[in-house]
Protein backbone atom coordinates (compact mmCIF):
# COMPACT_ATOMS: atom_id res chain seq x y z
CA UNK A 1 0.00 0.00 0.00
CA UNK A 2 1.44 3.59 -1.38
CA UNK A 3 -1.39 6.08 -0.37
CA UNK A 4 -2.51 6.20 3.38
CA UNK A 5 -6.28 6.43 2.81
CA UNK A 6 -7.93 3.20 3.77
CA UNK A 7 -11.68 2.11 5.16
CA UNK A 8 -11.35 0.18 8.72
CA UNK A 9 -14.60 -1.81 8.93
CA UNK A 10 -15.03 -3.41 12.12
CA UNK A 11 -16.93 -6.31 11.55
CA UNK A 12 -18.12 -6.61 15.45
CA UNK A 13 -19.70 -3.43 15.28
CA UNK A 14 -21.73 -4.46 11.92
CA UNK A 15 -22.88 -7.83 14.19
CA UNK A 16 -23.75 -5.58 17.37
CA UNK A 17 -26.56 -3.33 14.94
CA UNK A 18 -27.96 -6.32 13.40
CA UNK A 19 -28.47 -7.26 16.83
CA UNK A 20 -30.10 -4.14 18.22
CA UNK A 21 -32.42 -4.45 15.35
CA UNK A 22 -33.46 -7.96 16.62
CA UNK A 23 -34.02 -6.83 20.30
CA UNK A 24 -36.21 -3.88 18.56
CA UNK A 25 -38.00 -5.94 16.74
CA UNK A 26 -37.85 -9.06 18.25
CA UNK A 27 -40.82 -11.37 16.47
CA UNK A 28 -39.59 -10.41 13.00
CA UNK A 29 -37.53 -12.05 10.43
CA UNK A 30 -34.17 -9.38 9.42
CA UNK A 31 -33.56 -9.44 6.13
CA UNK A 32 -30.22 -7.28 5.99
CA UNK A 33 -30.18 -4.97 2.97
CA UNK A 34 -26.65 -5.59 1.20
CA UNK A 35 -26.76 -3.83 -2.07
CA UNK A 36 -24.67 -1.40 -3.79
CA UNK A 37 -21.55 -3.51 -2.47
CA UNK A 38 -23.15 -3.45 0.95
CA UNK A 39 -23.50 0.36 1.34
CA UNK A 40 -20.36 0.88 0.56
CA UNK A 41 -18.54 -1.75 2.93
CA UNK A 42 -17.79 -5.04 0.93
CA UNK A 43 -21.06 -6.81 0.20
CA UNK A 44 -19.49 -10.32 0.45
CA UNK A 45 -17.64 -9.51 3.81
CA UNK A 46 -20.64 -7.77 4.96
CA UNK A 47 -22.89 -10.43 4.45
CA UNK A 48 -20.51 -13.31 5.75
CA UNK A 49 -20.35 -11.14 9.07
CA UNK A 50 -23.90 -11.10 9.21
CA UNK A 51 -24.65 -14.66 9.69
CA UNK A 52 -27.38 -14.26 11.79
CA UNK A 53 -29.61 -12.38 9.36
CA UNK A 54 -32.66 -14.26 8.09
CA UNK A 55 -32.15 -12.93 4.68
CA UNK A 56 -30.50 -10.68 2.14
CA UNK A 57 -31.87 -8.02 -0.03
CA UNK A 58 -30.14 -6.80 -3.26
CA UNK A 59 -30.47 -4.79 -5.98
CA UNK A 60 -29.83 -7.33 -9.25
CA UNK A 61 -28.93 -10.45 -10.07
CA UNK A 62 -25.49 -9.72 -10.33
CA UNK A 63 -24.94 -8.68 -6.72
CA UNK A 64 -27.35 -12.12 -6.42
CA UNK A 65 -24.66 -13.87 -7.99
CA UNK A 66 -21.84 -12.64 -6.69
CA UNK A 67 -23.05 -13.52 -3.19
CA UNK A 68 -23.96 -17.22 -3.90
CA UNK A 69 -20.55 -17.69 -6.07
CA UNK A 70 -18.80 -16.75 -2.24
CA UNK A 71 -21.07 -19.70 -0.28
CA UNK A 72 -23.92 -17.46 1.18
CA UNK A 73 -27.20 -19.67 1.38
CA UNK A 74 -29.38 -17.45 3.32
CA UNK A 75 -32.69 -16.44 1.11
CA UNK A 76 -31.49 -13.54 -1.41
CA UNK A 77 -34.31 -11.17 -2.74
CA UNK A 78 -34.21 -8.78 -5.45
CA UNK A 79 -35.37 -5.59 -4.17
CA UNK A 80 -36.12 -4.48 -7.66
CA UNK A 81 -37.42 -7.66 -9.10
CA UNK A 82 -35.92 -8.80 -12.73
CA UNK A 83 -35.21 -6.21 -15.62
CA UNK A 84 -35.33 -8.49 -18.31
CA UNK A 85 -37.47 -11.46 -18.93
CA UNK A 86 -33.97 -13.40 -19.76
CA UNK A 87 -33.15 -13.04 -16.23
CA UNK A 88 -35.87 -15.17 -14.92
CA UNK A 89 -33.77 -18.55 -16.12
CA UNK A 90 -30.56 -17.66 -13.44
CA UNK A 91 -33.32 -16.39 -10.78
CA UNK A 92 -34.98 -20.18 -10.89
CA UNK A 93 -31.42 -21.59 -11.11
CA UNK A 94 -30.43 -19.77 -8.04
CA UNK A 95 -33.74 -19.91 -5.98
CA UNK A 96 -33.94 -16.32 -5.91
CA UNK A 97 -36.75 -14.40 -4.37
CA UNK A 98 -37.91 -11.32 -7.01
CA UNK A 99 -40.40 -8.17 -5.73
CA UNK A 100 -43.04 -7.89 -8.26
CA UNK A 101 -43.64 -4.30 -8.68
CA UNK A 102 -44.63 -3.75 -12.10
CA UNK A 103 -47.56 -4.93 -14.72
CA UNK A 104 -44.78 -5.85 -16.98
CA UNK A 105 -43.14 -7.92 -14.46
CA UNK A 106 -46.39 -9.50 -13.66
CA UNK A 107 -46.91 -10.65 -17.33
CA UNK A 108 -43.35 -11.71 -18.21
CA UNK A 109 -44.24 -14.28 -15.04
CA UNK A 110 -47.46 -15.42 -16.58
CA UNK A 111 -45.77 -16.01 -20.16
CA UNK A 112 -43.28 -18.14 -18.13
CA UNK A 113 -46.11 -20.04 -16.34
CA UNK A 114 -47.83 -20.70 -19.40
CA UNK A 115 -44.35 -22.57 -20.94
CA UNK A 116 -43.59 -24.01 -17.59
CA UNK A 117 -41.92 -27.75 -17.96
CA UNK A 118 -41.99 -29.93 -15.26
CA UNK A 119 -37.60 -29.46 -14.90
CA UNK A 120 -38.51 -25.36 -13.87
CA UNK A 121 -38.43 -24.53 -10.31
CA UNK A 122 -40.85 -22.27 -8.61
CA UNK A 123 -40.04 -18.27 -7.86
CA UNK A 124 -40.81 -16.76 -4.39
CA UNK A 125 -42.46 -13.67 -5.13
CA UNK A 126 -43.44 -10.48 -3.17
CA UNK A 127 -45.68 -8.23 -4.20
CA UNK A 128 -45.17 -4.56 -3.83
CA UNK A 129 -47.90 -2.39 -2.91
CA UNK A 130 -47.64 1.58 -2.96
CA UNK A 131 -48.53 3.27 -0.34
CA UNK A 132 -47.60 6.38 -0.50
CA UNK A 133 -43.80 6.79 -1.96
CA UNK A 134 -44.78 6.53 -5.46
CA UNK A 135 -42.10 5.07 -6.89
CA UNK A 136 -42.39 1.46 -7.04
CA UNK A 137 -45.52 -0.52 -6.58
CA UNK A 138 -49.19 -1.65 -7.66
CA UNK A 139 -51.92 0.91 -6.37
CA UNK A 140 -53.46 -0.32 -2.92
CA UNK A 141 -56.62 -0.77 -5.29
CA UNK A 142 -54.68 -3.03 -8.11
CA UNK A 143 -53.32 -5.04 -5.03
CA UNK A 144 -55.75 -7.86 -4.87
CA UNK A 145 -56.29 -8.31 -8.76
CA UNK A 146 -52.05 -8.74 -9.00
CA UNK A 147 -51.98 -10.86 -5.51
CA UNK A 148 -54.73 -12.97 -7.84
CA UNK A 149 -53.26 -12.95 -10.64
CA UNK A 150 -49.59 -14.29 -8.71
CA UNK A 151 -51.76 -17.27 -7.37
CA UNK A 152 -52.81 -18.45 -10.63
CA UNK A 153 -49.66 -18.92 -11.94
CA UNK A 154 -47.81 -22.40 -11.65
CA UNK A 155 -44.37 -21.36 -11.63
CA UNK A 156 -44.78 -19.06 -8.38
CA UNK A 157 -44.35 -20.75 -5.16
CA UNK A 158 -47.43 -19.86 -2.39
CA UNK A 159 -47.72 -18.05 -0.45
CA UNK A 160 -46.91 -15.04 -2.05
CA UNK A 161 -45.42 -12.42 0.49
CA UNK A 162 -46.77 -8.35 0.59
CA UNK A 163 -44.21 -5.44 1.03
CA UNK A 164 -44.38 -2.07 1.16
CA UNK A 165 -41.70 1.24 1.74
CA UNK A 166 -41.42 3.65 4.23
CA UNK A 167 -41.19 7.48 2.61
CA UNK A 168 -40.66 9.12 5.19
CA UNK A 169 -39.99 7.45 8.34
CA UNK A 170 -36.95 9.30 8.96
CA UNK A 171 -39.39 12.06 10.26
CA UNK A 172 -40.89 10.62 13.50
CA UNK A 173 -43.39 13.71 13.89
CA UNK A 174 -44.17 13.73 10.09
CA UNK A 175 -47.82 11.77 10.01
CA UNK A 176 -47.58 9.88 6.47
CA UNK A 177 -45.58 7.23 7.93
CA UNK A 178 -48.12 6.25 10.25
CA UNK A 179 -50.70 6.93 7.30
CA UNK A 180 -48.85 4.41 5.39
CA UNK A 181 -48.81 2.04 7.90
CA UNK A 182 -52.73 1.97 8.23
CA UNK A 183 -53.14 1.42 4.78
CA UNK A 184 -50.66 -1.45 3.92
CA UNK A 185 -52.75 -3.16 6.67
CA UNK A 186 -55.75 -2.84 4.60
CA UNK A 187 -54.35 -4.12 1.80
CA UNK A 188 -55.60 -7.84 1.13
CA UNK A 189 -56.84 -10.58 3.77
CA UNK A 190 -54.99 -13.26 3.43
CA UNK A 191 -53.80 -14.09 6.70
CA UNK A 192 -51.18 -16.65 5.63
CA UNK A 193 -48.86 -14.71 4.02
CA UNK A 194 -45.60 -12.77 5.32
CA UNK A 195 -45.38 -8.84 5.33
CA UNK A 196 -42.90 -7.00 5.15
CA UNK A 197 -43.00 -2.91 5.84
CA UNK A 198 -40.37 -2.26 8.19
CA UNK A 199 -37.25 -0.52 6.84
CA UNK A 200 -34.48 1.14 9.56
CA UNK A 201 -36.59 3.88 10.79
CA UNK A 202 -39.42 1.60 11.08
CA UNK A 203 -37.48 -0.92 12.98
CA UNK A 204 -36.17 1.76 15.73
CA UNK A 205 -39.09 4.21 15.88
CA UNK A 206 -42.40 2.56 14.43
CA UNK A 207 -43.74 -0.48 16.32
CA UNK A 208 -46.97 0.07 14.08
CA UNK A 209 -44.58 -1.33 11.14
CA UNK A 210 -43.37 -4.62 12.85
CA UNK A 211 -44.68 -7.51 10.50
CA UNK A 212 -43.33 -11.14 9.82
CA UNK A 213 -40.30 -9.80 7.93
CA UNK A 214 -38.38 -6.23 8.53
CA UNK A 215 -35.43 -4.81 6.37
CA UNK A 216 -32.67 -3.33 8.31
CA UNK A 217 -30.22 -1.38 5.86
CA UNK A 218 -28.19 1.95 7.09
CA UNK A 219 -28.72 0.84 10.72
CA UNK A 220 -25.99 -1.66 10.20
CA UNK A 221 -23.16 0.65 9.20
CA UNK A 222 -23.91 2.20 12.59
CA UNK A 223 -26.20 5.47 11.30
CA UNK A 224 -28.90 6.68 12.72
CA UNK A 225 -32.03 6.58 10.12
CA UNK A 226 -33.73 9.43 11.98
CA UNK A 227 -33.22 13.19 10.91
CA UNK A 228 -31.01 15.01 13.45
CA UNK A 229 -28.99 12.84 15.48
CA UNK A 230 -26.17 10.23 15.80
CA UNK A 231 -25.87 6.63 16.08
CA UNK A 232 -25.15 6.58 19.66
CA UNK A 233 -28.29 7.83 20.24
CA UNK A 234 -30.12 4.37 19.13
CA UNK A 235 -27.20 2.49 20.69
CA UNK A 236 -25.68 2.05 17.32
CA UNK A 237 -22.07 2.02 16.40
CA UNK A 238 -20.28 2.75 13.78
CA UNK A 239 -18.74 0.25 11.11
CA UNK A 240 -16.58 2.39 8.70
CA UNK A 241 -13.97 4.25 9.38
CA UNK A 242 -12.31 6.41 6.83
CA UNK A 243 -8.52 7.13 7.83
CA UNK A 244 -5.48 8.48 6.30
CA UNK A 245 -2.45 10.43 7.69
CA UNK A 246 -0.96 13.96 7.33
CA UNK A 247 1.36 13.72 4.49
CA UNK A 248 2.96 17.63 4.82
CA UNK A 249 3.15 19.82 7.39
CA UNK A 250 2.97 23.57 6.20
CA UNK A 251 4.78 26.73 7.50
CA UNK A 252 2.58 29.37 6.14
CA UNK A 253 2.31 32.96 6.93
CA UNK A 254 -0.31 35.17 7.17
CA UNK A 255 -2.39 36.43 4.27
CA UNK A 256 -1.23 32.73 2.40
CA UNK A 257 -4.01 31.81 0.52
CA UNK A 258 -4.80 27.76 0.94
CA UNK A 259 -5.71 25.60 -2.21
CA UNK A 260 -7.36 25.85 -5.58
CA UNK A 261 -9.43 29.16 -5.26
CA UNK A 262 -7.11 30.31 -2.40
CA UNK A 263 -10.69 30.33 -1.03
CA UNK A 264 -9.21 30.53 2.50
CA UNK A 265 -6.97 32.87 3.98
CA UNK A 266 -4.07 32.38 6.86
CA UNK A 267 -5.50 34.93 9.32
CA UNK A 268 -1.90 34.92 10.99
CA UNK A 269 1.46 33.03 10.70
CA UNK A 270 0.45 28.99 11.52
CA UNK A 271 1.07 25.53 10.89
CA UNK A 272 -1.38 23.74 7.78
CA UNK A 273 -1.54 20.24 7.68
CA UNK A 274 -2.15 18.02 4.54
CA UNK A 275 -3.89 14.81 4.63
CA UNK A 276 -3.41 12.04 2.03
CA UNK A 277 -7.26 11.96 0.86
CA UNK A 278 -9.66 13.72 -1.47
CA UNK A 279 -12.43 13.19 -3.59
CA UNK A 280 -10.78 10.98 -5.84
CA UNK A 281 -10.86 8.70 -2.62
CA UNK A 282 -14.72 9.42 -1.57
CA UNK A 283 -14.37 12.21 0.35
CA UNK A 284 -17.13 14.90 -0.35
CA UNK A 285 -16.06 17.70 -2.82
CA UNK A 286 -18.62 20.20 -1.21
CA UNK A 287 -17.64 19.88 2.81
CA UNK A 288 -17.20 23.39 3.95
CA UNK A 289 -14.59 24.95 5.76
CA UNK A 290 -14.59 24.16 9.40
CA UNK A 291 -15.88 20.43 8.71
CA UNK A 292 -14.54 18.52 11.58
CA UNK A 293 -10.94 16.09 10.89
CA UNK A 294 -9.47 14.18 13.83
CA UNK A 295 -5.50 14.32 13.75
CA UNK A 296 -4.31 12.16 16.68
CA UNK A 297 -7.95 11.75 18.36
CA UNK A 298 -8.44 15.78 18.13
CA UNK A 299 -10.77 17.95 16.10
CA UNK A 300 -9.07 20.71 13.59
CA UNK A 301 -11.31 22.08 10.80
CA UNK A 302 -10.76 21.38 7.56
CA UNK A 303 -9.89 25.04 5.50
CA UNK A 304 -9.82 25.81 1.90
CA UNK A 305 -11.12 23.31 -1.08
CA UNK A 306 -11.17 19.78 -1.17
CA UNK A 307 -8.99 18.43 -3.68
CA UNK A 308 -8.85 14.81 -5.78
CA UNK A 309 -5.76 13.56 -3.59
CA UNK A 310 -5.45 15.93 -0.70
CA UNK A 311 -7.15 18.16 2.03
CA UNK A 312 -5.85 20.95 4.39
CA UNK A 313 -6.42 21.45 7.91
CA UNK A 314 -5.76 24.08 10.10
CA UNK A 315 -3.32 23.06 12.93
CA UNK A 316 -3.20 26.08 15.23
CA UNK A 317 -4.67 23.93 18.02
CA UNK A 318 -1.94 20.96 17.00
CA UNK A 319 1.05 22.06 16.66
CA UNK A 320 3.09 18.89 17.62
CA UNK A 321 1.97 16.53 14.82
CA UNK A 322 3.97 15.16 12.42
CA UNK A 323 4.20 13.75 9.18
CA UNK A 324 2.09 10.34 9.66
CA UNK A 325 0.04 11.28 12.04
CA UNK A 326 -2.94 9.33 12.16
CA UNK A 327 -6.30 10.93 10.65
CA UNK A 328 -9.74 10.23 10.90
CA UNK A 329 -12.42 11.41 8.44
CA UNK A 330 -15.47 9.52 10.04
CA UNK A 331 -16.53 7.05 11.83
CA UNK A 332 -14.60 5.62 15.11
CA UNK A 333 -14.70 9.27 17.50
CA UNK A 334 -16.30 11.47 14.39
CA UNK A 335 -19.95 10.83 13.62
CA UNK A 336 -19.95 10.36 10.02
CA UNK A 337 -23.65 12.17 9.87
CA UNK A 338 -21.45 15.05 11.00
CA UNK A 339 -19.66 15.10 7.75
CA UNK A 340 -22.30 14.33 5.89
CA UNK A 341 -24.19 17.64 7.19
CA UNK A 342 -21.29 19.95 6.44
CA UNK A 343 -21.26 18.76 2.68
CA UNK A 344 -24.91 18.52 2.52
CA UNK A 345 -25.50 15.20 1.90
CA UNK A 346 -26.63 12.05 3.52
CA UNK A 347 -24.47 9.04 5.00
CA UNK A 348 -25.28 6.35 2.33
CA UNK A 349 -24.05 8.87 -0.01
CA UNK A 350 -20.33 8.81 1.73
CA UNK A 351 -20.36 5.52 2.19
CA UNK A 352 -21.37 4.43 -1.56
CA UNK A 353 -18.90 7.36 -2.56
CA UNK A 354 -15.55 5.65 -0.98
CA UNK A 355 -13.45 4.98 -4.15
CA UNK A 356 -12.13 1.29 -5.23
CA UNK A 357 -8.76 2.85 -4.62
CA UNK A 358 -9.11 2.84 -1.19
CA UNK A 359 -8.21 -0.43 0.37
CA UNK A 360 -10.80 -1.89 3.19
CA UNK A 361 -9.41 -3.16 6.02
CA UNK A 362 -11.84 -5.99 8.09
CA UNK A 363 -11.29 -6.11 11.53
CA UNK A 364 -13.14 -7.84 15.09
CA UNK A 365 -13.61 -6.43 18.31
CA UNK A 366 -11.87 -3.05 17.61
CA UNK A 367 -12.35 -0.90 20.82
Keep these: ?25 PRSQQFAVIKANGYGHGMVQVAQALNDADGFCVASVEEALELKSAGVDQPLLLLEGFFQAEELEQIQQNDFQVVVHSERQL ?47 EIIKKPVRLMTHLANADDLRDPSTQQQIELFRTVLADETMDRSIANSAGILGWMGSYAEIARPGILLYGVSPFLNETASVRGLQPVMTLCSELIAVKNCKKGDAVGYGGTWVCPEDMLVGVVGIGYGDGYPRHAIT ?36 EVILWGQGLPVEEIADSASTIAYDLFCGVTTRVPREYREDIE
Aim: glycine share 6%; with cysteine; hydrophobic share 40%.
Design 107 to 153: KALENLSARRTSEQQSITTWLKVDTGMHRLGFAPSEAEEAYQRLLNC
Design 290 to 325: GTPVLVNGKRVPLIGRVSMDMICVDLREQPDVVIGS
Design 1 to 25: MTRAARAVINLSALQHNLQRAKKAA
